[in-house]
């Protein structure tokens, strides 16, 4: 016991050190801000993040704010970029370890990791019904897999597939890489397209882990033609997780890693992913955010704002505004990894707790 205890101490220590490293050789992070309106209202807000993801934004924002760079810092002079650069009525900044922990902290970005049994039909079991009836609804059709090699398969998947189904999703915020880029990569990933009476509809890229370990989904891309019939689009988008899952199976990894996550809970990728029965986990480096939001409209943004999932000590927490319905569509999922789920008022008071 005392060994394990002795292990879990130099496991945290190094990841501190190396934290510490990272802030004294890192290079200078972005200070960005970004001009709109208050999310489901017509309060114009103003928000700066000082390093953080810019997806971020879209918990604050309606769409079609304006974005605009100010300048960068490095970390550990994060104090003078303040009276540089100023505060807004939203300021998301690094929280470092050693300073006093502020009211919200919350992840650089979220992992979700999915762990595999050895047989697909134990897997299928543990799924939600909807998330199961999708696959089995598409495994019905005319459906085929095959894997693609070359450049030309890439940018196919790439022009095709990935790009239109990116900015469906993200619009003008969608991170776009290039195919040749996927394409260098080729070594260590599959790349499998589903085809429908010969036409294929849709392709995911899954890399293979360097030495040992997890397999991890790094791209899914659908083709413009399945978007017209929105249960087809459903249906398709389950059938390529299902076939990733089932090759990861194969292959014999015990998890897949279903890639990063904004530590929003009101975005839907977070609850798509759990309803796989992914473990939600904070990113392994120590890289937090402060969100301050100042008292003039802190009471409007919290009650507005998407949810963002916080630290509370090493552990996850969400505190949600209530509104309809949002108890019902709980019960219907599994947030893995979510130590506390609350239902709070305006003022983060919390009226009821959701999850032990």
């Given at each position: 016991m005392l060994l394990v205890i002795m292990q879990a101490w130099l496991l945290g220590l190094r990841t501190y050190v190396r934290y510490y490293l990272d802030l004294l050789r890192g290079s200078e992070l972005v200070i960005t801000r970004f001009?709109?309106?208050?999310?489901?209202?017509?309060?114009?807000?103003?928000?700066?993040?000082?390093?953080?993801?810019?997806?971020?934004?879209?918990?604050?924002?309606?769409?079609?704010?304006?974005?605009?760079?100010?300048?960068?810092?490095?970390?550990?002079?994060?104090?003078?970029?303040?009276?540089?650069?100023?505060?807004?009525?939203?300021?998301?900044?690094?929280?470092?370890?050693?300073?006093?922990?502020?009211?919200?902290?919350?992840p650089d970005y979220l992992e979700a990791i999915l762990p595999l049994p050895a047989a697909m039909e134990g897997f299928m079991k543990q799924l939600r019904g909807n998330v199961r009836r999708s696959v089995q609804q598409a495994l019905k059709g005319n459906v085929s897999f095959e894997e693609g090699h070359s450049l030309d398969d890439y940018r196919e998947f790439h022009e095709q597939m990935l790009i239109p189904y990116l900015r469906t999703r993200h619009g003008e915020h969608a991170y776009l890489d290039t195919a040749e880029n996927m394409y260098a990569q080729a070594g260590r990933s599959h790349l499998v397209f589903v085809s429908e009476n010969g036409q294929r509809l849709g392709g995911f890229l899954l890399l293979k882990p360097r030495i040992s370990g997890v397999a991890y989904f790094n791209k899914l891309g659908l083709h413009p033609a399945v978007y017209a019939d929105k249960e087809r689009m459903r249906q398709l988008n389950a059938l390529l997780y299902y076939k990733m899952f089932s090759m990861s199976m194969e292959?014999?990894?015990?998890?897949?890693?279903?890639?990063?996550?904004?530590?929003?809970?009101?975005?839907?990728?977070?609850?798509?992913?759990?309803?796989?029965?992914?473990?939600?986990?904070?990113?392994?480096?120590l890289h937090r955010y402060a969100l301050s939001i100042a008292g003039p409209n802190?009471?409007?943004?919290?009650?507005?704002?998407?949810?963002?999932?916080?630290?509370?000590?090493?552990?996850?927490?969400?505190?949600?505004?209530?509104?309809d319905g949002i108890e019902d569509d709980l019960k219907r999922h599994r947030f893995n990894g979510l130590a506390h789920i609350a239902l709070v008022n305006e003022n983060r008071q919390i009226i009821k707790h959701l999850t032990d």
């Open positions: 001009s709109g309106s208050l999310i489901h209202t017509d309060q114009a807000l103003n928000v700066i993040f000082y390093g953080s993801s810019n997806l971020l934004a879209d918990a604050f924002l309606n769409p079609g704010y304006q974005q605009e760079v100010l300048g960068s810092f490095q970390p550990l002079r994060l104090r003078a970029a303040i009276q540089r650069y100023g505060s807004a009525d939203v300021v998301l900044y690094p929280h470092l370890p050693w300073q006093a922990r502020p009211e919200i902290v919350i292959q014999g990894y015990p998890a897949i890693n279903l890639g990063i996550t904004p530590p929003v809970f009101g975005n839907g990728i977070l609850w798509y992913k759990s309803s796989w029965g992914a473990q939600i986990i904070p990113n392994t480096s802190r009471a409007s943004v919290l009650a507005h704002m998407q949810a963002v999932v916080e630290m509370d000590a090493d552990k996850l927490r969400v505190n949600l505004a209530m509104r």
